[in-house]
């Protein structure tokens, strides 16, 4: 039973909807069965973590069922009948949560059974709570589809030869909802295209391009944000487009959810990742400033957590930037929000880096030795500080050594990722013809340097090939 999809389900609920769920399968509009109540409550008292030995099949069968012989199918069907109930529970809360949408179908069971007083009272009290919402997102835009609908329908039931503005409303809301949703869509495929070897169909987004031209944002931040994340992606001049989104995620932020606007900064800011890819110095800075304002409000994160590669490629944008004082009161104060295990080799190795890029190099390579290898994204990044330190200080034995332990710790290590694998050999490849006077004195090999793919650290080796 520990490991049955019930339990994993369990697991997820918090203390609240645990006490919630319990009401839920007691209740008899949603459940008559008596076993799956007690069912239920001799579970719930293993919560939270239902590792308990009590949840043995056969000890969970004889407290239900005192006396009887143990009976394996009638145990599934208990556990088949829970889980229906739980996964019921999940919709039907989700669903009270849905904005207005609970209550646009209660007024269209009211125009169904021609409660025209009850649908006046509460069309009045959902209109009130839409135009409350604080997110101006596609939900908005069809909540007020459709509202403008129900409307429209309990107009057409007065039977009065007049005009009603109800129907252009809902069909403008429609018109919002769709071009919010597909410029959302569009966006997302573009930009997975830019970094994985897929290829999208865009569907209609291209036929309604001029329209958008035409008409603008149809007063709709999003659908705003989102056209000129499409035009960044596509446009030519996508540097004008990209500083218009800026101003727009600026002035827009509350108009959306975190998770929302989390996504529109994360589309930005693979626009910038790419740019400085190419070497475009000016999107250091622009990446810098969009990772940091993420942090700081918060979007950036996730289940409360930064994640270690927002931290560290914020830390990164800081030291090529050179704001050092500012980078190491980042990693202080920042490296609490890290996930406890991974919090303490963060700290040395971004500690590293720091001091790395200061020419500290005493210092570096003590907080590298604090950094523990078990973690293969610690141990690649350590082992490729460590190879610029030798390199620059020209300790070329130890440079050497490092060059071909670790090209054997990338062809051995089965927990790397073929493509990481090829950016650290291909970086190794190149530091080696860095080594070489006759290759680096080869007019080809800057090209090379700047179209290999994958790659880490381009910048530091084209500075190598110019310094």
């Given at each position: 039973m520990y490991n049955s999809k019930l339990i994993a389900l369990l697991k997820t609920f918090s203390s609240s909807e645990l006490r919630a769920f319990k009401d839920f399968v007691a209740s008899p509009f949603f459940n008559k069965n008596q076993e799956l109540v007690r069912f239920y409550l001799y579970l719930k008292k293993t919560a939270p973590d239902f590792s308990s030995k009590k949840l043995a099949?056969?000890?969970?069968?004889r407290t239900l069922y005192p006396g009887q012989s143990?009976?394996?199918?009638?145990?599934?069907?208990?556990?088949?009948f829970l889980l229906k109930l739980a996964e019921q529970y999940l919709g039907w809360t989700k669903y009270q949560t849905n904005g207005v949408l609970p209550q646009c179908d209660v007024l269209a069971a009211c125009l169904d059974r021609q409660l025209d007083k009850h649908y006046q009272n509460i069309y009045q009290k959902t209109q009130q709570k839409l135009e409350a919402q604080p997110w101006r997102d596609a939900s908005f835009f069809?909540?007020?589809?459709?509202?403008?609908?129900?409307?429209?329908r309990h107009f057409n039931q007065q039977k009065v030869r007049r005009s009603d503005p109800n129907l252009q409303d809902a069909a403008d809301h429609l018109d919002r909802f769709y071009l919010h949703t597909q410029l959302k869509y569009a966006c997302e495929?573009?930009?997975r295209q830019k970094t994985l070897s897929v290829q999208y169909q865009l569907?209609?987004?291209?036929a309604v391009q001029p329209y958008l031209e035409e008409n603008g944002d149809l007063n709709s931040p999003g659908i705003a944000i989102y056209y000129r994340i499409f035009l960044t992606l596509t446009a030519s001049n996508s540097e004008l487009h990209f500083e218009q989104l800026k101003g727009l995620l600026q002035n827009h932020r509350n108009a959306f959810s975190t998770f929302e606007m989390k996504e529109m900064y994360l589309m930005a800011l693979n626009y910038c990742i790419r740019k400085v890819r190419k070497n475009d110095k000016q999107y250091v800075k622009e990446a810098f400033d969009l990772f940091r304002q993420g942090i700081e409000e918060r979007l950036l994160y996730e289940n409360d957590r930064l994640s270690p590669w927002t931290f560290k490629n914020t830390i990164k944008l800081g030291l090529r930037l050179r704001q050092f004082e500012w980078t190491e009161q980042f990693i202080r104060h920042y490296k609490d929000d890290l996930e406890e295990g991974i919090r303490e080799n963060a700290l040395h190795f971004n500690l590293a880096d720091l001091h790395y890029y200061r020419r500290d190099y005493e210092q570096a390579l003590?907080?590298?030795?604090?950094?523990?290898y078990s973690d293969v994204f610690y141990a690649l990044s350590s082992k490729v500080v460590?190879?610029?330190?030798?390199?620059?200080?020209?300790?070329?034995?130890?440079?050497?050594s490092l060059v071909a332990s670790f090209r054997v710790y990338l062809h051995r290590n089965k927990l790397i990722s073929a493509n990481v694998r090829q950016t650290y050999l291909n970086f190794i490849s190149l530091l080696h013809q860095l080594l070489k006077p006759e290759e680096r004195q080869a007019e080809n090999l800057r090209e090379k340097i700047i179209r290999t793919e994958p790659l880490t650290d381009r910048t530091w080796l084209l500075q190598q090939l110019e310094g």
């Open positions: 099949r056969q000890q969970v069968f143990y009976d394996d199918k009638q145990l599934n069907y208990l556990m088949s069809y909540q007020r589809l459709r509202l403008s609908d129900l409307a429209e495929m573009l930009d569907g209609l987004i291209e003590d907080y590298l030795q604090r950094v523990e460590l190879l610029k330190i030798y390199f620059e200080t020209r300790e070329m034995e130890a440079l050497h």
